[in-house]
């Protein structure tokens, strides 16, 4: 079945350092990639997605890209701003069902 | 207003008592899904509902049942509650899409806890 695997935390940084989070997935076809964000006290909301392989998905200052051949979509942020903490879920979706499966997330704190 | 809305958003019940989580939604979205959140575990998905008269088990539907009473509305039961259901719960909704591109749309989430 189809699986996600990211970077366990929690993650602390400092205000303007750099971010990575690192996402591998297992999927039998060709799945659509996304990265979701929980602030504190609220749903999910979606941060970015792609579709199809070397796609970049980009927003708010955040990219990752679609790398089929290392089967991964890390997200990345060149500068992070103490805005950003919140839990990460990196997540797919595939085939006929359309159901999210979701990595088990990563608790990332910015600090001032 | 927002465009997913979950009641209640807490929840404290005993051992026992049957629950009923409640979502809506503006959206005008088909697809309708209940998730739980455990720390660590991420979301797993409970159950879906493609449109009102089409609803799926998902991977951990034991002990929960589901009822899509009208395109807009979702909701969750605990027929028995039980303390390992105490969780964070979501309900979201997406539209029929392509392929598995479309986004979904999170509620704010409701904090159960079963005593």
């Known amino acids: 079945g189809n699986s996600v695997t990211q970077m366990e935390g929690p993650v602390t940084l400092s205000e303007e350092a750099f971010l990575t989070i690192n996402c591998t997935y297992t999927?039998?076809?060709?799945?659509?990639l996304f990265w979701y964000v929980q602030y504190p006290g609220e749903g999910l909301q979606l941060l970015l997605k792609?579709?199809?392989?070397?796609d970049k998905g980009s927003n708010k200052g955040f990219e990752a890209t679609y790398r089929k051949e290392t089967t991964s979509f890390h997200l990345e942020k060149g500068s992070v701003q103490v805005s950003d903490s919140a839990v990460y879920f990196c997540a797919l979706s595939e085939g006929s069902n359309y159901k999210l499966t979701f990595g088990k997330g990563t608790l990332l704190t910015v600090n001032p | 207003d927002a465009d997913v809305t979950q009641t209640p958003r807490n929840r404290i019940t005993k051992t026992g008592k049957r629950i009923m989580l409640e979502c809506s939604q503006t959206?005008?979205?088909?697809?309708m899904y209940w998730y739980r959140q455990d720390p660590g575990l991420g979301l797993r998905l409970i159950y879906y509902?493609?449109?009102?008269?089409?609803?799926n088990k998902g991977e951990i539907s034991d002990g929960y049942s589901v009822s899509r009473q009208a395109q807009a509305k979702f909701s969750l039961s605990l027929e028995s509650a039980i303390p390992n259901q105490t969780a964070l719960y979501f309900c979201a909704t997406s539209e029929t899409g392509t392929g598995g591109r479309e986004t979904q749309y999170f509620g704010p989430g409701t904090r159960l806890l079963v005593l």
């Open positions: 509902s493609f449109d009102v008269k089409d609803i």
């Open positions: 959206k005008g979205h088909d697809r």
């Open positions: 792609a579709t199809k392989a070397d």
């Open positions: 999927a039998t076809g060709y799945p659509s």
